[in-house]
């Protein structure tokens, strides 16, 4: 089956400006999850929906937003972008769900989506 | 809250040498672990998680791990390095309920030398 799609693969935004990543769940996966990989802070987690509500919310500042469509789809925005955005987001998918055992539901990652801030 | 330490930034093995990366853990019950493994330019693959029972887990490439309560730990091993395995390789500690995020460490570096 196909894995987690995510797109853009690569792109360079300057400061101020705003963007959007998508990413695309395995099929019959109700979660997705954020991730922030930079080479000091390591992965960091931004956010997870399950079911198009947002279940989970790391620190991160409001710049940092997320939402998932009906069909799992999931993506998240960043605006006013700064230099320190720079980083590799990754998103997982996983089936999802809550209640004894649920962190069995075992997180397939993307290939992420490279942002460079000019 | 769960915190996962993995005290080596950077390992260098030759080709054939065995390998055991470090991890340690903190979390008030016991917790579900795992280990992924990162190319470059790529994403996280999973190489092998323990939920329960046996403390000795398998997983691909070759890879094993053991927990260890008593020194909350969670060590990754493979007794022979292949160059392929040069990679990053994170551990990660999540709560069984699923109601909290993964919480990941900062990352081995794996280098393979012939």
């Known amino acids: 089956k196909a894995g987690v799609t995510q797109t853009p693969r690569y792109l360079i935004k300057t400061r101020g400006q705003q963007v959007t990543l998508s990413c695309s769940p395995i099929?019959?996966?109700?979660?997705v999850s954020w991730y922030q990989q930079t080479p000091g802070q390591g992965l960091q987690f931004l956010f997870e929906?399950?079911?198009?509500?947002?279940?989970n919310k790391g620190n991160f500042p409001g710049r940092f937003s997320g939402r998932q469509f009906s069909n799992s789809r999931s993506e998240m925005n960043v605006s006013t972008l700064e230099l320190g955005d720079s980083a590799l987001y990754l998103c997982?998918?996983?089936?999802?769900?809550?209640?004894?055992?649920?962190?069995?539901?075992?997180?397939?990652f993307g290939a992420g989506s490279r942002l460079t801030v000019l | 809250a769960q915190s996962v330490t993995q005290p080596d930034i950077h390992i260098t093995v030759s080709e054939g040498a065995s390998l055991e990366l470090r991890c340690n853990y903190s979390?008030?019950?016991?917790?579900?672990l795992f280990w992924y493994v990162q190319s470059p330019g790529q994403g996280l693959q999973l190489l092998l998680k323990y939920f329960s029972g046996d403390t000795l887990v398998q997983g691909i490439k070759g890879f094993e791990a053991e927990f260890k309560r008593s020194q909350s730990s969670f060590n990754l091993r493979k007794p022979s390095v292949h160059w392929s395995d040069a990679a990053e390789y994170f551990c990660?500690?999540?709560?069984?309920?699923?109601?909290?995020?993964?919480?990941f460490g900062k990352g081995t570096r794996l280098s393979v030398i012939a």
């Open positions: 997982a998918s996983s089936l999802g769900g809550t209640g004894p055992g649920s962190g069995a539901n075992v997180l397939t």
């Open positions: 979390y008030g019950a016991t917790p579900y």
């Open positions: 929906y399950f079911s198009e509500t947002q279940r």
């Open positions: 099929s019959g996966h109700r979660s």
């Open positions: 990660a500690v999540g709560a069984p309920s699923g109601n909290t995020p993964l919480v």
